[in-house]
């Protein structure tokens, strides 16, 4: 078998290719053509080590016909090996992200011997089902944004490796794109995701579930970049100048088109505000009054408050196509400026005292005005406008509190309006558009 694995750099080379991932470019950098001298001791091109999986008491499990060898040993034994070896580690030291996913934890439940495979004589490179297969371990959560995360990573792994070439005298990638429509993508949980309509943009059919495959031979093996290995990962504490979108343009152009959408800018129309509606957590306190207040100076513009949680993703990629201003709260719901069309602007409330950038720098990427600011504390909030206080929460209280939790977020009418303002005055010239800008 050749079973190709994709991931970080950091964490893993693979056996020809390592994934460099930054905010604006994928790297390819190629270590030499795997071969038995390289990360599991096989004979090459004889019996390789072809995945098995089993179910046992009803559940999967997964073996294959390797066995592996200690690099840090074999480097300390003879340290001219050290060179050759440099970009590859031991299996047990590959990273590990977020709600336990990536190649490490992956390869954790795998049971790599020969021994334990017979090996190779039931199971090998002749005697198995001839197909790729990726099998994608996901986060445990709903969360839009890192649902959205794991699907762009998962395409990315299968366009590096049919981007790449191998080294062979054809110059042939290591997945055509004859090969890439045949891999069937495997969940490895049953839970539904928020996403999960979009995932045949992948490979172009649907992804199965692992629950739901019998005991098999496969052939060759794909493991996909982790959703929390994504770029949008490595700066979201930081402020960020990235000005190149070319990795996210195709993606969204390919969401769209699955929708049966088209993905264009919008620049005639009136001004469209939408504002996301949270019903538990980190609510816009007094918004129907802040929106009553800017209809005053706005009198041509739309304003729609809107609760994407309770419509069909189709829906939501409706409004959000028809939307010129897109305000809301810190969180994961800010996703959906993701698909926003050309040139709109982003307005984004922050939770006091937090500071993170991750929808910040995906604006400057897509090169979308953006505009924010943070609220006032609760208690300031209550003690300036005569509010009653509830029980005062004890230090320790406070400490656990996470901005996560808290239930809304206080805005001054004037703040609200001033911040609201400037980003609708900032469309007002979009396109054919033309107008002066209000004063408010």
């Known amino acids: 078998m050749t079973m190709r694995v994709a991931t970080n750099y950091t964490a893993l080379n693979t056996y020809s290719t390592s994934l460099i991932i930054t905010s604006s470019i994928v790297k390819m950098d190629l270590a030499r053509r795997w071969s038995s001298s390289q990360l599991l001791t096989v004979t090459w091109p004889a019996l390789l080590g072809v995945l098995v999986i089993r179910r046992l008491k009803d559940k999967m499990s997964w073996s ?54 017979d090996n190779g004589k039931s199971c090998n490179t002749k005697k198995n089902d001839k197909k790729y297969t990726m099998f994608v371990r996901r986060e445990g959560n709903n969360n839009i944004w890192h649902k959205l995360l794991e699907m762009w990573q998962t395409k990315l792994t299968l366009d590096a490796l049919q981007m790449t070439d191998y080294g062979s005298s054809l110059g042939q990638p290591y997945l055509t794109a004859a090969a890439r429509k045949e891999v069937q993508v495997v969940f490895e949980d049953d839970a539904e995701g928020p996403v999960d309509s979009l995932w045949s943009i992948v490979t172009g059919s649907e992804p199965v579930r692992l629950s739901t495959l019998s005991d098999t031979c496969l052939g060759d093996v794909i493991l996909p970049l982790v959703g929390t290995s994504s770029p949008f990962w490595i700066g ?144 300031e909030w209550k003690v300036a406008h005569g509010a009653q206080n509830d029980a005062r929460e004890s230090e320790s209280e406070m400490e656990r509190r996470h901005w996560q939790n808290d239930k809304y977020l206080y805005l001054t009418e004037e703040q609200f309006v001033a911040l609201a303002g400037a980003a609708i005055n900032a469309q007002l010239n979009r396109g054919t558009r033309s107008a002066d800008v209000k004063p408010y």
């Open 64 to 117: 294959m016909n390797c066995q592996l060898r200690n690099l840090t040993t074999e480097i300390a034994l003879d340290p001219s090996k050290a060179a050759n070896l440099k970009l590859f580690r031991n299996v047990d030291k590959f990273k590990k992200y977020f709600y336990e996913t990536g190649v490490g934890t992956q390869l954790k439940r795998w049971n790599i011997s020969r021994e334990a495979n």
């Open 236 to 379: 979201v504490w930081d402020d960020m100048d990235c000005k190149s979108a070319y990795l996210i343009d195709p993606f969204i152009r390919d969401i769209y088109t699955h929708l049966g959408m088209t993905y264009k800018e919008r620049t005639t129309e009136n001004t469209v505000v939408t504002i996301i509606n949270r019903t538990t957590t980190r609510q816009i306190f007094n918004i129907d009054s802040h929106i009553a207040k800017l209809k005053i100076t706005f009198r041509d513009t739309k304003f729609q408050i809107v609760d994407f949680s309770t419509i069909s993703l189709r829906e939501q990629f409706e409004i959000i196509s028809q939307t010129d201003v897109l305000i809301g709260a810190m969180g994961a719901r800010m996703t959906h400026m993701f698909f926003l069309p050309k040139q709109s602007t982003v307005v984004e409330i922050m939770a006091p005292g937090a500071h993170y950038t991750g929808f910040r720098n995906l604006a400057k990427m897509r090169k979308l005005p953006y505009f924010t600011a943070h609220g006032t504390p609760e208690d």
